[in-house]
């Protein structure tokens, strides 16, 4: 009898060390790495999918959209994240990007400003310092302040790949974070600068872009033409982990797709 108790005592102990060991291979983790544009989309979806998989471990590191392609293409996360579509340096160096949703570029300007709607013509004056005062566009007699993103950003490549304006722009700041964007323009009745669609806040107002407001809607339809990809860089022919790969898989389904929606931008399904 003693001999059956201690059998049975090690079968439950062996059993219950599989079934620990499966049960976090089964949960698993998921790093994300880069773009600061995406925080919203990419925090919501990640709260959701930790929710739906017990156990899973799921972290963002918001260091931009170059910073995250490097990430992943070193191995350093599983997935990076890019404002922008790869340039074919970095797809010619074995990495592969896939749009999870779209979003608009908001061009705001200090809620103060009476300026509401500026042409691509304009914009790209403004950000090149051909204009350089408020009325010389029906505005105040004051000078413009420009705040744009640091090199390397996704919003700023989008913005500038758009108006034309690579390389060409003259800011007074550059900064490392679409929220210090928004907190910058907030602050300033002069300024104007860009940020994803999705984290503009009540503190700045978005202008409309030839007569074009930003929306989902105008997004959608490509009438508001400010707009870029929410792209999730992989390294080709190189296997997810299980976990990773699920929420991969997951982020581009129909499931995810209201989630991304009320994030702010917009999904493709």
């Given amino acids: 009898m003693k001999k059956l108790i201690i059998s049975i005592l090690i079968v439950t102990l062996a059993l219950t060390s599989v079934f620990a060991s499966g049960a976090a291979e089964a949960a698993g983790s998921v790093s994300t790495d880069g773009s600061t544009s995406m925080e919203k989309v990419i925090g919501s979806l990640g709260e959701a999918f930790m929710s739906n998989n017990q156990g899973v471990n799921f972290t963002y590191n918001p260091t931009g959209s170059s910073s995250g392609i490097q990430a992943v293409s070193e191995g350093r996360c599983d997935i990076g994240l890019s404002s ?15 749009v999870l949703a779209i979003d608009g570029i908001a061009i705001v300007v200090n809620p103060s400003n009476n300026i509401s709607d500026l042409s691509l013509s304009d914009l790209s004056d403004i950000f090149t310092g051909k204009i350089t005062n408020w009325k010389e566009l029906g505005g105040a007699d004051s000078q413009i302040v420009v705040i744009g993103r640091e090199a390397g950003s996704g919003t700023r490549d989008g913005f500038e790949s758009i108006t034309g304006t690579s390389d060409k722009c003259v800011y007074r700041q550059e900064l490392t974070s679409t929220g210090d964007v928004i907190a910058t323009v907030a602050s300033n009745e002069n300024a ?8 503009v806040k009540s503190n700045v107002k978005a202008v409309s872009v030839d007569g074009v407001a930003p929306s989902e809607y105008t997004i959608k339809d490509g009438s508001y033409k400010v707009q870029r990809p929410f792209v999730m860089v992989t390294v080709e022919n190189k296997a997810l982990s299980a976990t990773a790969q699920k929420f991969f898989d997951w982020s581009l389904s129909s499931e995810a797709a209201p989630i991304i929606s009320k994030a702010g931008a917009i999904p493709l399904v």
């Fill in 84 to 98: 922008r579509a790869l340039k074919d340096s970095e797809i010619a160096s074995g990495l592969k990007g896939t």
């Fill in 192 to 199: 104007i600068g860009y940020a994803s669609l999705s984290s």
